[in-house]
């Protein structure tokens, strides 16, 4: 209860009421306390209504009317009040004062605080205003000039309702125009997001249309399982490509037969994420079955890749039984399969010494063989320099140095990535000195596979960039030298050259099978066919003119890094670009060109 409460007035008035009454009876009341006489316990709101106790009183009792004429009229009469009424009502009349006081500054802080609220939403509308300009206008547009709207972006709007109805409005017209034409999410969310903002929208009354899924047809699910074209029979070089395993490893036998190989490599699992379920025995037993239906020896004309991210050189504990359980465990799928070569890249050493790194491997493939059987891993040759293992014929010297069972260790011939490296395979002569330095450094007994891809960046750039056979740096030559050479029979010869292409209605990258199948024909023409003919001479120049443009700008680009590595070593700096070092007397390694031959 306030102090004003407390007095014992009938009827009761408001503070500034019986200010006026005191001021008209008391002509001698003290003035008000100071600071030091406010803070006298002795004088307390509790002590107020013994103070002004009616029957205490030693004035008559007179109406509140009565007084108020008399004071307007100059006919009151002076009374002096008790010494203690004085004292109660000085400090009353403080204390009153302090509580009007408090009143208005509670009042102010009050309307303080909600032009600071009605301010800070203002802004926050005036920003979220501008980021919808803005993203409006990075937003692609369709042929008619209509700016798309992504799905995400759709359901995020219609989810937070916008207290402006006209802007909802606005965003229910533009999906009912724009939807058609926006890019679909991912395949795996495309279904959930599409029927969750046809939900929402549903609710504001306004349903976009579903987009029907386009669906093959009958006749096109039977023209796709049938092969592109016919395998080849009778013939000593086994070729074939990278196929794909989804749904099931079993998949990659049809996907073989469809582009007419001989011989396949794919993924055991997913080669993006270290955990993977198990091998399916269907899927194990329908790959077996498959391989006996078809004529295919998974023994030795399959060739798995591994993960690309294991690395066997790691150094730190964890991440190196990560990288070796994932290992073991496409080990252990390829004994399941019957398959026995297993592809691999050998790994980097970080920022670690060569040598630890390649006895690193090589204990790693020892424990691996130890704990299989059959299988035998094959150490791929590397384009990188640097940290990178493997783009030198030493560094895979040195690690079958290292391995026990050396019958159960092999090498795949990579000729992008040789070649980048700086290992030639353009002319007769070139290509006999790479495999005679093969023979000397590692053993042409350790060779069990090849991949064969044309090389989009020039000799001895260090740049892995596969390109399709005979439009590349390589060119043609190089795949007739090695179609034609013998030792290379029986062995598994594997495509890894890019098939993807724009569609020209979506815009969106679409894989044609066509190209391998194509390539595998013109590989296995390229067999007894006289190098110095009109026949291979027509062949070699029309794939050489096909992609002339892309080699004269990597050309370009290759020769731009050489100049600034040359001036690096002027500047006395060891480490150039693609990992090269520099050689003694200020040589730059691997400074080819197109015209070296």
Known sequence: MKASDQLDDTPRSSPRSRRQTVGANTSAVKPPLSKSS??????????LPQVLDSSKRTTPTRSRKHMKTEAVNGTAKPVSPPEELIQSTSDLRILVKQEEEEEKAGEIQAKDKAVKKTSRKRNIDAKEETRETQANERLPKTSKGKKTTPV????????EPSTKKSKRKVIVAKKEEEVEGEASPPKGKRKRKVEEVEEKLDELGEPIKKIPKKRKTKEEKEADAMPIVAR?????MFIGAHVSSAKGVHNTVTNCVHIGGNAFAMFL???????NPPLQEEHKDLFISNCGDHKYDASSHVLPHGSYLVNLAQEDHAKATQAYDAFLDDLQRCEALGIKLYNFHPGSTGNHPRPSAIARIAKALNRAHMATKTVTPVLETMAAGGNVLGSTFEDLRDIIALIDDKQRIGVCLDTCHVFAAGYDLRSPTAFKKT?????????????????????????????DLHQNIGLGFLGLRAFHNVMNETRFEGLPLVLETPIDHKD???GKDVEDK????????????LIGMDADGAEFKALEKELADKGAEERRKLQEQFDKKVEKDRKAVERGQTRLSFGKQKRKGGSVQGSGSDSEA
């Open 38 to 47: 406010r803070k006298d316990p002795s004088v307390t709101g509790t002590d």
């Open 152 to 159: 995400d972006k759709v359901e995020a709007e219609v989810s």
């Open 232 to 236: 080849s029979s009778g013939l000593r």
């Open 269 to 275: 699992k997913s080669q993006r994420k270290w955990e």
């Open 435 to 463: 495999l005679d330095d093969f023979d000397q450094i590692i053993g042409l007994k350790f060779l069990r596979a090849l991949h064969l891809n044309d090389s989009k960046a020039p000799f001895g750039s260090h740049r």
């Open 504 to 506: 020209p209605e979506t």
């Open 514 to 525: 066509s190209v391998w199948a194509r390539e595998i024909k013109t590989l296995e023409g």
